[in-house]
């Protein structure tokens, strides 16, 4: 809990807030901020497969952020463009599917994909992962998730799919309510899943005016910008405003993979940075 001062909560939202788990908070840890591996370590392997989940397990970074689309057959599969051409070998498997929309293929199609080549020869073979299997290796590493819920306009009821993929596989239970975050781009996608389950907790990705936080604080937990224009001021005001839970809202920036951008915006005091880079970004904060 930041010692920072929050407006009074209710009773009732202070009863409730001792009653759900709290994220690995940097106080929680000890670490401060939290480092979340973008796109996995997106630095090291393929983003978004399960070799750079496991890229940032071998690092020892404990969260990991993903992007998650929908299939034309209904496979919630994790990548981060709308079209497969940047990160997979479609356009040669299926050269007459122009834009090759991830969204206008089939899960089996898809699976049949390419998704490391791209990257470095090291990782031919990878494949697209559903996010099934990449929930599965994220337990497997004991790992923490920051979901994003990508394109949600382009995927009615994502977001009621996400969360049904994540109880089945055990995420919504309280033991791994600590280690998950889901996040997206557009309010109302969000407003959704906090509506859905109030108990998960969400961020908003962007960069909201400080006169409209107490409204985004009623179904976000998170604010989380990019670094651009970022101040110490904005960050005070997020930290100020109390968030669907009764606690104060927290901040996680992205994209910071440089060492001086990291320190500094690190001693704005946000509670975690989003990198492709968590193995500079940690050195880069243990010595300043
Ligand atoms: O987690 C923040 C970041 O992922 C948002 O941007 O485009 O990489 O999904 P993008
Ligand atoms: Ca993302």
Redesign the pocket.
Known sequence: MHARAVAPATALLGAVALLLPVVDSPAATGVRPAL?A??GASARAPENTLAAVDAAAGLGVAWV?N?VQRTRDGELVVV?DESLSRTTDVEEVFPGRSPWKVKDFTAAEIARLDAGSWFAPAFVGTRVPTLTQYLRRVELHHQKL?L?V?NPELYPGIEQQTLKVLGDEGWLDRRHRGRLIV?S?SADSLRAVHDLDPAVTTGL?GRPAVADLPACARFADLI?PSHVSLSPEYVSAVHATAGPHGRPLRI?V??VDDAALARSVAGFGVDGL?TDQPDVVRQALASP
């Open positions: 979340v973008h796109r952020e992007d981060h920051l994003e990508k996040q781009f990705l989380n996680f992205w994209t989003i």
